[in-house]
């Protein structure tokens, strides 16, 4: 059976209980339940290779890059320097391989639960990680991301949560403790981001997670991004740190340009409007903030 699925030849996900979104599915490559989760991997007729686990959408070769250059650019523009990187989650490596466009960076940590997760994306998806797991400045360690920064207290300029949703399996990386672990595993300066889920179907799981956030920094900013493989479409990431970031903004365009960077979906003007919300999303954000200091 496929997840959440009728027929063999399909791959879907149930996004809520009214509402499924399904690709039609040319040939199965892995179908396997692993330690800690279903795992899925299949080439689609539309979407090229998609990977699902427990029923929900990773990826698609087609938008990927939507995803992941939202994930990182802005993280890692916002920091004048990024030297080393941490991220949870991501064992596809996508998200590493964006990070390292960035000249600036010596060092970047994929901390992934799930290694036969990176088996597959090895095998299966070398059009998302585009051999990042071999560059001499990847560091992969499988484990729980809460276990590794409980020991790498101050190290890292940038922190990035590529993890799956804020309900269901993923929720140990949404909690105030892993939250507050993350915070305190940046160095002076330093910049958290997250995907933290679909406005338009959890505004109660992103308003909780914009509450944490903003007991933990001075600075936390939501932005939004289009990824059609995802519940809705509609994206959301939050950038959180002690630095200025809406000053920090300012420096999108010039950084983009001297670190080279080359894009699909980020542009720096883009990176700037993502933080410009619908004003039911506006409604979250200040409720979740208000009476918090700003
Ligand atoms: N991380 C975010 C996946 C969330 C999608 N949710 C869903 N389909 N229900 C993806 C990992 C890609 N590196």
Known sequence: MSSGGRRDDWLSERQTEGVELSFRVRRWLVRKTTAYQRLELA????????????????????????????????????????????????????????????????????????????????????????????????????????EFIATHGGEFDVVIVDSTDPVGPGEALFTEEFLRGARDALAEGGVFAMQAGTPFYWSEELAQILRTLGKLFFNVRLYLGYVPVYPSGMWAYVLASERDLLAEEENFARRYAERGLETVYFTPALGRAAFVLPRFVEEIVERALKAQPA
Do not use: N, Q
């Not at 070769?61 to 990187?85: G, K, N, Q, T």
């Open 43 to 146: 080439e689609t007729h539309d979407l090229g290779r998609v990977m699902a686990l427990d029923g929900r959408v990773m990826l698609s070769e087609r938008d990927e890059a939507f995803y992941h250059e939202m994930l990182v650019h802005p993280a890692l523009l916002a920091h004048p320097s990024p030297r080393r990187i941490l991220i949870v989650g991501g064992g596809d490596g996508g998200t590493m391989r964006e990070v390292l466009r960035h000249p600036t960076v010596r060092e970047v940590w994929l901390v992934e639960i799930d290694g036969e997760v990176i088996a597959a994306a090895k095998e299966h998806l070398p059009s998302v990680h585009r051999g990042s797991f071999f560059d001499p400045r990847a560091r992969v360690e499988i484990a729980p991301g809460e």
